[in-house]
């Protein structure tokens, strides 16, 4: 089982504004804040969020080179993926595949994809039985 996932950000704040949210829709809830991260916990896992030192920033984030390609949440039903959706497309988040949407990962895998302020991809899904 997964303890933990920590990720650096370019932005806390930004970060803390879309996460929140977010997370807590999912049912996550507010585990720890200190000056330089925040982290919300759901059952025994927990994210972690902590603010990028300064020399590393520039470099950005691609989801492409070695290392996290995206985070997937489970969205519980296809009626609150597409909720999901319509709120991240009214705040304006960059959504991806959405030419293929909701089937972009294949025709028993209804799913929004979308990137946070760093350009991580971020998934809500659920499965879809026939």
Sequence with gaps: MLHHVEIYVADLEESRLFWSGLLEELSYELYHTWKEGFSYKFADT????????????????????????????????????????AKLKAKGTKLLYEERYPFASGENHYAVFFEDPNGIKVEICTEVTT
Excluded: C, M
């Design 46 to 85: 927990y994210l972690v969020f902590v603010q990028t030192e300064e020399p590393f920033i520039a470099e950005g984030y691609h989801r492409k080179r070695i290392g996290l390609n995206h985070l997937a949440f489970h969205g519980g039903s296809k009626k609150r993926v597409d909720d999901f959706r």
